[in-house]
C-alpha cells in the first residue's frame, strides 16, 4: 500500500518562504502525478500544483508566479517551494500522488502564514 509522508510545514511571516517535501513508498506501479492540496478551516480542499512524471506541472491561478513544484523520480518525492507567502496561503497542505488513476493522500501538513 502507498504511504505519502510530508514534512516542511510550520510558521512563517507574510513574505518569507517555506518548502514542503512528500515522500511516497510503497507499491506504486505505472506512469503517476503527484502534486499538493490545500485546505483551510472551513473550506473545501483544492488543488495548489501538480506535475506529471515527465515534469509537465499545473498550478492555481492564486499561487502562480509564487510558487513551484517539482519532483525527485528516483526517490519518489515531490516538493513545493513556496515563496512570497500570504495569509490566505495558510491551510493543510496534503500531498498526493495519483497512480493508475487511484489517488493517495498523506496525512497533511500545517502551514501557517502570520501578518
Known amino acids: 500500500q502507498v504511504q505519502l509522508v510530508e514534512s516542511g510545514g510550520g510558521l512563517v511571516q507574510a513574505g518569507g518562504s517555506l518548502k514542503l517535501s512528500c515522500a511516497a513508498s510503497?507499491?506504486?506501479?505505472?506512469?503517476?502525478?503527484m502534486g499538493w492540496y490545500r485546505q483551510a478551516p472551513g473550506k473545501q480542499r483544492d488543488l495548489v500544483a501538480t506535475?506529471?512524471?515527465?515534469?509537465?506541472?499545473n498550478y492555481a491561478d492564486s499561487v502562480k508566479g509564487r510558487f513551484t513544484i517539482s519532483r525527485d523520480n528516483a526517490k519518489n518525492t515531490v516538493y513545493l517551494q513556496m515563496n512570497s507567502l500570504k495569509p490566505e496561503d495558510t491551510a493543510v497542505y496534503y500531498c498526493?500522488?495519483?497512480?493508475?488513476?487511484?489517488?493517495?493522500w498523506g496525512q497533511g501538513t500545517q502551514v501557517t502564514v502570520s501578518s
Open positions: 510503497g507499491s506504486i506501479f505505472g506512469i503517476n502525478s
Open positions: 498526493n500522488l495519483k497512480d493508475w488513476g487511484i489517488n493517495y
Open positions: 506535475i506529471a512524471r515527465g515534469g509537465s506541472t
